[in-house]
């Protein structure tokens, strides 16, 4: 079945610093990846919509200069955390559709990357 | 706006006890509507879908929801529970048109008890 691979499964950082996250489709392309926010015990949250060759699309209240989404690539996309915050601590998930048949693939979720900034 | 209400926070049911796990969505149409289930630190897994056709719908691990129109619900229900069933559980539903995103309920917490 469609896999989506996501890494790191885990960082830890200092604050300032910035973490880069890779969101991969492994075998199936995607125009399209999705990505959501999950605090502890809450629900997911869509931060950002990245889009293969062009800008990512950002929910409202979202910093597109704090969180850097690139997608190089039919089978990639980056989200980049700057000058991380203690408050960016979160758990960051990927998700992306077939785009070969969108109207009938589910989304697939990566495992997840639980940041920590220190 | 698209909205899935999850009602129940936190269930709690016997091993080998049934389950049902309620949701209701908001939405203008017809959607697409999904339960996924999630590990502690865990990423999404899909449990099931409903696109269309058979508004009964089997999926994974012997889990079952019921689509009804009438009631805006897609109640996910198990005939039999395992105590590797705990686990957190979200109901989402999405547009029918484009590569859009989902919108997820707050989840339901499942715990299992001997």
């Keep these: 079945?469609?896999?989506?691979?996501?890494?790191?499964?885990?960082?830890?950082?200092?604050?300032?610093?910035?973490?880069?996250?890779?969101?991969?489709?492994?075998?199936?392309?995607?125009?399209?990846?999705?990505?959501?926010?999950?605090?502890?015990?809450?629900?997911?949250?869509?931060?950002?919509?990245?889009?293969?060759?062009s800008k990512a699309t950002y929910e409202q209240g979202v910093e597109k200069d704090k969180f850097l989404i690139n997608h190089a690539s039919l089978t990639l996309s980056t989200l980049t955390v700057t000058s991380a915050h203690p408050e960016d601590s979160s758990f960051y998930i990927c998700s992306a559709r077939d785009s070969k048949d969108i109207y009938n693939s589910p989304l697939h979720f990566g495992n997840g990357t639980r940041l920590t900034v220190t | 706006a698209q909205s899935v209400t999850q009602p129940d926070i936190h269930i709690t049911v016997s091993e080998g006890a049934s389950l049902e796990l309620r949701c209701n969505y908001s939405y203008g149409a017809t959607p697409?509507?999904?339960?996924?289930?999630?590990?502690?630190?865990?990423?999404?897994?899909?449990?099931?879908?409903?696109?269309?056709?058979?508004?009964?719908?089997?999926?994974?691990?012997?889990f079952e929801a019921e689509f009804k129109r009438s009631q805006s619900s897609f109640n996910l229900r198990k005939p039999s529970v395992h105590w590797s069933d705990a686990a957190e559980y979200f109901c989402a539903v999405g547009a029918r048109s484009g590569n859009t995103p989902l919108v997820f309920g707050k989840g339901t917490r499942l715990s299992v008890i001997a």
């Design chain 2, 32 to 62: 697409y509507l999904f339960w996924y289930v999630q590990s502690p630190g865990q990423g999404l897994q899909l449990l099931l879908k409903y696109f269309s056709g058979d508004t009964l719908v089997q999926g994974i691990k012997g």
């Design chain 1, 1 to 53: 079945g469609a896999v989506v691979s996501q890494h790191p499964s885990r960082v830890i950082c200092k604050s300032g610093t910035s973490v880069k996250i890779e969101c991969r489709s492994l075998d199936f392309q995607a125009t399209t990846m999705f990505w959501y926010r999950q605090f502890p015990k809450q629900s997911l949250m869509l931060m950002a919509t990245s889009n293969e060759g």
